[in-house]
Structure formats: structure tokens, C-alpha cells
């Protein structure tokens, strides 16, 4: 009677643990598909999603956002220079790119070390760029727009060093007109320089005296989107900066009505 005893505890026991392990085994995996759930969650694309709520903000970053990408990509590509680069640094920026005019490297006296191509049709004198009477050693990168009768020329600079010590800049440049070839409607967005006066569009009807007159300055220095009528038409524009030139993107807007005039903070990227 005694070992029948024994043998009904011993089950029973053995019954109660093998319970508690398959219900600490559920709880734990409960516990470890939630955590992974968190830790690593599946993405979901929404294809459907109409982008911004602002029809109008929606449509100039449809416009500008390929175009902003070529910029973008490219300063990124210049600002991991901190040497001379070599003969297979210059054969990947063409091959990357393709759409830029030119680039040459000098050294601190602005003697072209190196230049491809060789000849070029705008004028451009490295000299000033040496004599920037700031210290190139604290400038990661500076940028302006040259405008000559065979029009304008947007160059990036970028000093590079020798045993921490300044030798000589590298200079990428590029008609800032060839990037409207990005845009997937070129006559819709324009891309000016404020301060510099150059009006850049795919629409060859745009009358650019009103957006000239415009005093960009003092908008500019509360602003860095918002909208502006010109004439009968309003526009959405957005600042950015390329280096320290600043450009405006912008476009004619799409909706109609007193909304407009209450323009919500649709880009959110500064």
C-alpha cells in the first residue's frame, strides 16, 4: 500500500512539473516573440500612402527631392576627400557623376596639380580660393555660383591635407541647369539663387524679373518655406543649403482657395 502511495505521489508530481514547463514554455515564448516583435519588427510598405497632406508641399517635394539627391550624394562623395585623391578616386566621380562639367585639384599657391578635362569653356581663376582669408584647416567645405556669358557654374570645395597640414583644395564643378534632367517635370519646379540672380527652370515662358524683385533676403532670414504670390500666381518654395550657397526650390501651386494662404509646416527635415 505504501509503494502504491509512493508510485501516486511521484505521478502526480511529475504531472504538476511537466504542466508548469509547458506553461512557463508558452509564457517564454509569448515573451520572446513580443521582444523580437520590438527588437526587430517586421516593415510594412504602404504603396497607397498620397505622401504629404499639403497637396502643395506634396508636389514640390515630388520635384525637388531627385533633384536634392544628386546634390546631396555628391557632397557626400567630396566630403570623404581628406588627401590627394588618386587616379581612381577621379575615374569613380565621373562614373558616378556623369552629369558633372569638371574637377581640378591645386595646391596652396593655386597651381592646378590636376584637371580633367583638360580644357574647359568657362572661365574660372583658382587663385581667390587659396587667398580665403579664413583658416581652410577648420572649413570642411565651401561653395559658390560663377556666372559668365556662357552661364553659370556651381563649384564645391574641398581642402585636403598632408600630415594634418593644409596642401591644396579639390574642386568639383557643374552647370546647376543640367540638374533639372533629374526632375520628373522640369517645366514645373525652379531652382534659383537668391543672392546670386540666377532663375533656373524647364519652363521657357517663365517671366523671372517678379521672382528678382522679390526680397528674398528678409524672407530668407525668417523663413525656410512657406509661399509667395507673384502676380496672379502663388508659389510654394523650400530653402536648402548646398555647402553655404543657399538655393531656393519651388512651384506653382496646385490647389486653389483662401487655404493657401495658411500653409502648414509640410517638410520636416531642417
Not at 502643395?56 to 546634390?71: G, S
Not at 523650400?238 to 553655404?244: A, E, I, T
Not at 496646385?254 to 509646416?265: H, P, R
Request: aromatic residues 12%; charged residues 25%.
Amino acid at each position: 500500500m505504501r509503494f502504491n502511495n509512493s508510485v501516486r505521489f511521484v505521478a502526480l508530481f511529475v504531472l504538476l512539473v511537466m504542466a508548469m514547463f509547458a506553461t512557463g514554455c508558452e509564457y517564454g515564448s509569448k515573451v520572446w516573440h513580443d521582444a523580437q516583435d520590438s527588437v526587430n519588427p517586421n516593415p510594412v510598405i504602404d504603396l497607397k500612402s498620397p505622401g504629404l497632406q499639403n497637396a502643395n508641399d506634396n508636389e514640390l517635394a515630388l520635384l525637388f527631392t531627385p533633384v536634392d539627391e544628386q546634390i546631396l550624394t555628391l557632397t557626400s562623395f567630396l566630403s570623404n576627400i581628406d588627401s590627394h585623391p588618386d587616379e581612381d578616386w577621379f575615374k569613380l566621380l565621373f562614373l558616378r557623376f556623369p552629369w558633372i562639367t569638371g574637377v581640378l585639384t591645386m595646391d596652396q599657391e593655386a597651381n592646378v596639380l590636376v584637371k580633367l578635362p583638360q580644357e574647359s569653356i568657362k572661365p574660372f581663376k583658382p587663385g581667390p580660393l587659396v587667398e580665403y582669408e579664413g583658416d581652410w584647416s577648420e572649413i570642411k567645405m565651401k561653395s559658390f555660383i560663377n556666372y559668365s556669358e556662357f552661364g553659370p557654374e556651381m563649384y564645391l570645395c574641398k581642402p585636403f591635407f598632408k600630415d594634418a597640414e593644409f596642401k591644396g583644395l579639390v574642386v568639383v564643378h557643374f552647370d546647376p541647369r543640367v540638374l533639372l534632367n533629374f526632375c520628373p517635370n522640369p517645366h514645373k519646379l525652379i531652382i534659383m539663387q537668391p543672392d546670386g540672380g540666377g532663375i533656373w527652370t524647364g519652363d521657357q515662358n517663365l517671366k523671372k524679373e517678379p521672382f528678382l524683385k522679390i526680397d528674398w533676403d528678409a524672407i530668407l532670414d525668417k523663413e525656410v518655406h512657406g509661399v509667395t504670390k507673384i502676380g496672379k500666381d502663388k508659389y510654394v518654395w523650400l530653402s536648402r543649403y548646398v555647402s553655404d550657397t543657399q538655393i531656393v526650390y519651388a512651384t506653382k501651386i496646385v490647389t486653389k482657395g483662401d487655404d493657401d494662404e495658411n500653409e502648414d509646416d509640410g517638410f520636416l527635415i531642417f
